[in-house]
């Protein structure tokens, strides 16, 4: 294999970290890379337990001195969310990830998501694994499926595999930061049965590409533009013609990922209500580009018209549709201003699908206060009832209470200063995180969630810092031995 990786310790980890995204894994796609990873552990002699789920578990006994110490979980999630650019080829179903590494050290791809979320937890488990040179406590590695779709492999894993209290989750994004605590959250989808007729007229669509997007969770606060509301803002402009109609609307692809591409197509009976419908549209996209190019500089808005004979929504769930959009409850919700304005409850309107006979609108509320995402779900519970909507709840998944006199976090506070000579950064995270489940069905669990540094997770713009992943590793390493002492 001709690995693009060069000049970054230890070599073993990046060789990994190749090795593992040459395997299409797609969340709901499991099965290669679960395939994979049980057959590294057979190779290698050791432990290997593969549930139905295709969650898979590794064990390793302690080594150099670390035997007989209590066991270590160390944990991540296989899967990665699968975003790409406009217009690019890739097949996220067979083919693997084409990377390569940036003038300034950064490791990114080709106009695709690069799964270092959570790839670089699964290298590291899998480096740790094969070097029997470090000294280490027992070793229980966890890999999850299908984090990125709502936590539903460690949803399901059978806890009573595993053995230690100290865990290390090995999912978080910023190097030099430990998080120790997470919001909980749920995959909530409403839907509301169409009614459409065959008419013969105008379209005009509407479509914007080009948005920073990012995590719904971590990045929620950062004031990136929600292509599903931003184009229903604009269906709404036009609509105050009785005439119009709903063709379709398509937004996002996932709930946890903030839109950032979305496209409308409107019906209109006539040449001259669809051409001012259009100059209308024309007008307000500019004033889309004027208003949030500081924050979007990629944003690009189109506008066509065209005859056609299509099937539309009929004007009641035309208005319906896009009153729900609009109305609809979308990003911080709660923050605490004892913390910095640190964010306790939002959601995301991250998916819209209004085709053929169904409208289907997919968020994700989060929240670290039970009570908090009980309000939330209340507003959109009155959004759907207001207009006619379904709703379903799915993946809900806890949150994480910061565990107070931490072992494992004063043990990584202190092998950091020891190895940096600067002082490792504590605080909580607005996502979830699986320590959520694993705390819930561990009792007496002491998890600490740490990573390297990437930017753009869940975007085609995702890349990680290679020098923040050898000192990751570094701290990986120091901690187990401390804890094998």
Same mark, same amino acid.
């Given at each position: 294999?001709?690995?693009?990786?060069?000049?970054?310790?230890?070599?073993?980890?990046?060789?990994?970290?190749? &090795?593992?995204?040459?395997?299409?894994?797609?969340?709901?796609?499991?099965?290669?890379?679960?395939?994979?990873?049980? $057959?590294?552990?057979?190779?290698?002699?050791? /432990?290997?337990?593969?549930?139905?789920?295709?969650?898979?578990?590794?064990?390793?006994?302690?080594?150099?001195?670390?035997?007989? $110490?209590?066991?270590?979980?160390?944990?991540?999630?296989?899967?990665?969310?699968?975003?790409?650019?406009?217009? !690019?080829?890739?097949?996220?179903?067979?083919?693997?990830?084409?990377? %390569?590494?940036? &003038?300034?050290?950064?490791?990114?791809?080709?106009?695709?998501?690069?799964?270092?979320?959570?790839?670089?937890?699964? =290298?590291?488990?899998?480096? #740790?694994? &094969?070097?029997?040179?470090?000294? %280490?406590?027992?070793?229980?590695?966890?890999? +999850?499926?299908?984090?990125?779709?709502?936590?539903?492999? =460690?949803?399901?894993?059978?806890?009573?595999?595993?053995?230690?209290?100290?865990?290390?989750?090995?999912?978080?994004?910023?190097?030099? *930061?430990?998080?120790?605590? !997470?919001?909980?959250?749920?995959?909530?989808?409403?839907?509301?049965?169409?009614?459409?007729?065959?008419?013969?007229?105008?379209?005009?669509?509407?479509?914007?590409?080009?948005?920073?997007?990012?995590?719904?969770?971590?990045?929620?606060?950062?004031?990136?533009?929600?292509?599903?509301? #931003?184009?229903?803002?604009?269906?709404?402009?036009?609509?105050?013609?009785?005439?119009?109609?709903?063709?379709?609307?398509?937004?996002?692809?996932?709930?946890?990922?903030?839109?950032?591409?979305?496209? =409308?197509?409107?019906?209109?009976?006539?040449?001259?209500?669809?051409?001012?419908?259009?100059?209308?549209?024309?007008?307000?996209?500019?004033?889309?580009?004027?208003?949030?190019?500081?924050?979007?500089?990629?944003? &690009?808005? @189109?506008?066509?018209?065209?005859?056609?004979?299509?099937?539309?929504?009929?004007?009641?769930?035309?208005? =319906?549709?896009?009153?729900?959009?609009?109305?609809?409850?979308?990003?911080?919700? +709660?923050?605490?201003?004892?913390?910095?304005?640190?964010?306790?409850?939002?959601?995301?309107?991250?998916?819209?699908?209004?085709?053929?006979? @169904?409208?289907?609108?997919?968020?994700?509320?989060?929240?670290?206060?039970?009570?908090?995402?009980?309000?939330?779900?209340?507003?959109?519970?009155?959004?759907?009832?207001?207009?006619?909507?379904? +709703?379903?709840?799915?993946?809900?998944?806890?949150?994480? /209470?910061?565990?107070?006199?931490? *072992?494992? !976090?004063?043990?990584?506070?202190?092998? %950091?200063?020891?190895?940096?000579?600067?002082?490792?950064?504590?605080?909580?995270?607005?996502?979830?995180?699986?320590?959520?489940?694993? %705390?819930?069905?561990?009792?007496?669990?002491?998890?600490?969630?740490?990573?390297?540094?990437?930017?753009?997770?869940?975007?085609?713009?995702? $890349?990680?810092? #290679?020098?923040?992943?050898?000192?990751?590793?570094?701290?990986?390493?120091?901690?187990?031995?401390?804890?094998?002492?």
């Amino acid at each position: 294999m001709d690995y693009k990786i060069n000049g970054f310790e230890p070599a073993a980890l990046f060789r990994n970290f190749e &090795d593992f995204s040459a395997v299409p894994r797609g969340s709901f796609h499991n099965e290669k890379i679960s395939d994979f990873l049980v $057959k590294f552990a057979k190779d290698r002699g050791l /432990e290997v337990y593969q549930d139905e789920a295709l969650n898979v578990i590794i064990k390793k006994p302690g080594q150099n001195g670390g035997e007989g $110490k209590p066991p270590v979980i160390l944990q991540g999630h296989m899967d990665m969310v699968c975003e790409k650019v406009h217009g !690019c080829g890739h097949d996220f179903e067979t083919q693997g990830i084409d990377m %390569y590494v940036t &003038d300034d050290g950064w490791l990114t791809a080709n106009g695709t998501t690069l799964g270092g979320d959570d790839g670089i937890a699964d =290298a590291t488990m899998m480096t #740790l694994l &094969d070097d029997d040179t470090l000294t %280490y406590p027992p070793l229980e590695c966890v890999f +999850t499926t299908d984090e990125e779709v709502g936590l539903l492999g =460690a949803n399901v894993l059978d806890y009573s595999k595993l053995d230690g209290r100290l865990m290390l989750n090995l999912d978080s994004e910023d190097e030099g *930061v430990a998080t120790v605590s !997470c919001a909980g959250g749920m995959d909530y989808t409403m839907t509301r049965a169409l009614t459409c007729e065959t008419q013969s007229g105008e379209t005009v669509s509407i479509d914007v590409k080009g948005l920073l997007g990012g995590h719904s969770g971590t990045d929620i606060d950062l004031g990136h533009t929600n292509a599903d509301k #931003l184009i229903a803002r604009a269906v709404l402009s036009v609509l105050e013609d009785e005439a119009a109609r709903l063709v379709s609307f398509t937004g996002g692809t996932k709930g946890n990922a903030i839109p950032r591409e979305a496209e =409308a197509v409107l019906w209109f009976p006539t040449a001259d209500k669809a051409a001012a419908a259009e100059d209308k549209l024309r007008t307000l996209g500019n004033a889309f580009i004027h208003e949030i190019r500081p924050l979007e500089p990629g944003i &690009d808005v @189109t506008v066509s018209r065209a005859a056609a004979e299509v099937s539309v929504l009929s004007r009641e769930d035309t208005e =319906a549709v896009i009153s729900a959009i609009v109305l609809s409850p979308n990003g911080v919700q +709660t923050r605490d201003p004892l913390m910095d304005n640190f964010v306790i409850s939002s959601l995301n309107l991250g998916i819209v699908r209004v085709e053929d006979d @169904t409208a289907v609108l997919g968020f994700a509320p989060r929240s670290s206060v039970d009570s908090l995402m009980d309000a939330i779900t209340a507003e959109l519970a009155l959004t759907a009832k207001t207009f006619g909507f379904e +709703t379903d709840v799915s993946g809900a998944y806890p949150g994480w /209470e910061k565990v107070e006199n931490s *072992v494992l !976090c004063d043990t990584m506070k202190e092998s %950091y200063r020891t190895l940096f000579g600067k002082e490792l950064k504590v605080e909580g995270i607005h996502a979830g995180l699986e320590c959520g489940l694993f %705390y819930a069905n561990l009792p007496g669990l002491d998890p600490v969630s740490i990573g390297p540094t990437m930017r753009g997770v869940h975007t085609p713009d995702e $890349k990680m810092d #290679l020098t923040s992943c050898e000192q990751f590793y570094k701290l990986v390493v120091d901690v187990l031995e401390r804890l094998a002492k």
